[in-house]
């Protein structure tokens, strides 16, 4: 009969465990799958499963304590954020060019009689300017926003900025496109009482259809003083335009008298009051 050697005793004993409250002896297998993925009872049911663990984007994302973009700046990295409550989108409350933070609020689309959350937006400011502005108009703070006030923002050469960042899913560049033109083009005809297609067709026409918008993309539409509107997707310029009705056709969509969040529309309205 062959005799068992002493390596042969070793192995056969690392392979085997006493199980300390019952005496009974284990394999080292079963003691692993209860440790990680696919432990079963004794009937052969699974009972656990394998942890998982969370990227950092994803820990981010969850913790709203970043935003879920992939293009903020270092600068904006270190600083405050405040997050759209329906969305989870964190926005920092101040831009690498000192534009500071004034709303927050959401874009949806209705479809088929359910709205349909597109993106979160956040509503930037040079609030130096527009103090200034709004003490030469009115001297002292009203009790409440007014319209008077609306207007004055929406015709104004101020800096101010909007980032919006996608949620909805799946999103095209040619969608985004169509309806963008249709929401500036509906803001140009009631500023004018005329249509202007090829103006509102300017501000994203030059984005290429083959720009993939997942959630999280992040566009990026500035008013520069001089009535200039500059458009950034993904942190690459595709538009600069000049051109006083679009600036206050664009800022009109969220300060006129149907934006797009009525909510996001008075708490801007409210941080201009402060201003005084």
Do not use: W
């Amino acid at each position: 009969m062959p005799t068992s050697t002493k390596d042969d005793v070793i192995s056969k004993a690392e392979m085997i465990e006493i199980e300390p409250t019952t005496g009974v002896a284990i394999k080292g297998e079963t003691r692993k799958e209860e440790k990680g993925l696919n432990a079963t009872d004794h009937n052969g049911e699974k009972f656990a499963e394998e942890p998982k663990t969370e990227t950092a984007e994803e820990e981010m994302r969850n913790s709203g304590k970043q935003p879920i973009d992939g293009d903020v700046p270092k600068e904006e990295e270190k600083g405050e954020f405040e997050t759209e409550p329906k969305t989870g989108v964190s926005f920092p409350v101040k831009l690498d060019d000192g534009k500071q933070l004034n709303a927050v609020g959401i874009r949806k689309k209705s479809m088929l009689g359910i709205g349909i959350k597109i993106y979160g937006f956040g509503l930037y400011a040079d609030n130096a300017r527009l103090k200034e502005i709004l003490e030469s108009k009115f001297g002292k703070a009203p009790t409440k926003p007014t319209e008077e006030m609306y207007q004055l923002v929406i015709d104004s050469d101020a800096g101010m900025r909007v980032r919006l960042v996608i949620v909805f899913s799946n999103l095209t560049m040619s969608r985004v496109k169509k309806n963008f033109d249709e929401g500036l083009g509906a803001s140009i005809k009631k500023l004018t009482g005329g249509k202007n297609d090829e103006l509102a067709k300017k501000v994203m026409g030059e984005a290429s259809d083959d720009i993939k918008l997942t959630s999280g993309s992040v566009v990026e539409i500035s008013r520069l003083p001089g009535y200039i509107l500059q458009t950034k997707v993904m942190g690459e310029v595709v538009s600069k335009v000049e051109s006083e009705l679009l600036c206050r056709a664009f800022i009109n969509m969220y300060l006129g008298d149907d934006p797009f969040d009525k909510e996001a529309k008075d708490r801007f309205g409210m941080s201009l009051i402060t201003l005084f």
